[in-house]
């Protein structure tokens, strides 16, 4: 790529992917922790036959229609691209990456778009056990297209299983390649991540109609059950992250010690809290910085090394700054989640959640943490991997297309302008139904809808 108006047609294409990804992985994410959180409402109204279950399950749904559709557009989107913008990707690697998406269409996608249509309008068409199962099998198919989207992104991160030929990798062993080194951290990692961003989202919005009075016993079931989850997920996430931290040590040794901003690696790392990584000097500025902590968190040895970034040269390492800040906001907001855990936990079993304000409060808006965490773990993980594409096969600059910078920046102000109006609707829409809450439907046999989004239009409607 040349470049334009003085901007190199990488950083473009590169800018693209970016955008579009930052856009589309907050919809997955939600979708398939919201898809188990349905499933699991009607699995306790089936068994108890509580009709506030069944309500909530049917409220969840329409916003899990607009998320859902919204993921599915941005998705089809970023394959795209592969083609246009990072053609050379698709011809070295994509012997093993290919495959590996389609087995997310062929078992998951089709599985999820199978049973979606039951999940959506079969309320009143279906007994409540096929009903229930057919929520169950959503949520089973949204975490198996996690399963294999995090399979190939591990894979590009930690290959393992291939051979090259004339520069072509070429699958070897397929169970090497779909449980590569990364992959079980990882995949647990993000499926953690999606679980427990819902769960905030749930509890956010229990908190908010307990404030204004509204649907009471329906914000304390989700008050309860979104609390519940955080209680239990957030520590288990740090502990997950910090297994992840050590595999990303043994495998990717320099986005560690970007993500530490960790120079030298003759001396022991210290846990930096601050600083501002000067790349060119080779040091951080204003350090504010825990001495050997770092080494102690990696190694458990307090006087145990790891490669610095000094040992790596400087075309081997990744942009120190976006990393360095990102998992710093990663790990900030994580510790936020386990301090409303504990907060809420203790709340709880004095018996006085559901009347502590100052608690229910800040917990109404604390929404977007979960979505804000997931932006910057992915920054971490794909910045830190550069500047490599296929860690060690191919770099990033040898990846793209021979398309005009100027065509890629035209493609890109376009994403930009259809997003902000495309994905502006959407998330109207969801802060409309949000809004409305769980309202009580007819028993009734329903109207056969015509468009795959008349339940989630519908209760969009209803709340103007």
């Known amino acids: 790529m040349d470049s334009f108006a003085g901007i190199d047609g990488l950083l473009l294409a590169r800018l693209q992917f970016a955008f579009t990804i930052s856009f589309h992985i907050i919809f997955p994410a939600f979708s398939i922790g919201l898809s188990a959180f349905i499933a699991t409402l009607e699995v306790i109204w089936l068994r108890s036959g509580e009709a506030h279950f069944h309500l909530l399950a049917r409220f969840w749904t329409k916003i899990f229609a607009i998320s859902f559709a919204m993921g599915v557009v941005s998705g089809i989107v970023l ?176 986005k560690i010690a970007a993500i530490e901003a960790h120079w030298d690696g003759s001396e022991p790392g210290s846990l930096v809290l601050f600083a501002w990584p000067d790349a060119q000097a080779e040091r951080n500025r204003a350090e504010v910085a825990i001495p050997n902590a770092g080494s102690l968190v990696l190694t458990h040895d307090p006087q145990g090394l790891f490669p610095g970034l000094r040992d790596f040269a400087r075309d081997q390492r990744p942009p120190i700054i976006p990393v360095f800040f990102a998992f710093r906001l990663m790990v900030g907001l994580g510790v936020l989640m386990l301090v409303i855990g504990v907060i809420g936990g203790v709340l709880w079993l004095r018996k006085s959640l559901f009347t502590t304000p100052w608690f229910l409060k800040p917990v109404g808006r604390s929404w977007p943490l979960g979505f804000i965490a997931i932006i910057a773990g992915w920054i971490v993980t794909e910045v830190g991997r550069q500047p490599w594409l296929a860690y060690g096969i191919l770099r990033t600059a040898d990846a793209t297309s021979p398309v005009a910078a100027s065509t890629v920046a035209l493609s890109l102000v376009l994403f930009v302008l259809v997003y902000t109006v495309v994905f502006s609707i959407g998330i109207v829409y969801i802060h409309r139904m949000l809004r409305k809450g769980p309202q009580p439907v007819s028993p009734g046999p329903e109207a056969l809808p015509n468009r795959p989004l008349s339940a989630a239009q519908q209760g969009a409607g209803d709340a103007t």
């Open 79 to 254: 394959t795209y691209q592969f083609g246009t913008n990072w053609s050379r990707f698709s011809e070295v690697v994509g012997n093993v990456v290919g495959p590996l998406i389609g087995y997310e269409v062929l078992t998951a996608f089709f599985l999820e778009a199978s049973f979606l249509g039951v999940m959506l309008f079969g309320w009143n068409r279906v007994p409540p056990w096929l009903h229930t199962v057919a929520s169950i099998i959503v949520a089973v198919g949204t975490a198996l297209s996690g399963f294999w989207i995090l399979s190939a992104n591990s894979w590009m991160q930690t290959p393992a299983g291939f051979g090259m030929r004339d520069g072509i990798a070429y699958p070897l062993a397929w169970s090497q390649i779909i449980f590569n080194p990364s992959f079980p951290y990882r995949f647990a990692h993000m499926m953690i991540a999606t679980y427990l961003t819902t769960s905030l989202v749930v509890l956010a919005t229990g908190a908010r109609y307990i404030l204004a009075g509204r649907f009471e016993r329906e914000a304390r079931i989700m008050v309860r059950m979104g609390l519940g989850m955080v209680i239990a997920l957030a520590p288990l996430q740090i502990l997950v992250g910090d297994f992840h931290g050590l595999n990303t040590l043994k495998h990717q040794p320099a």
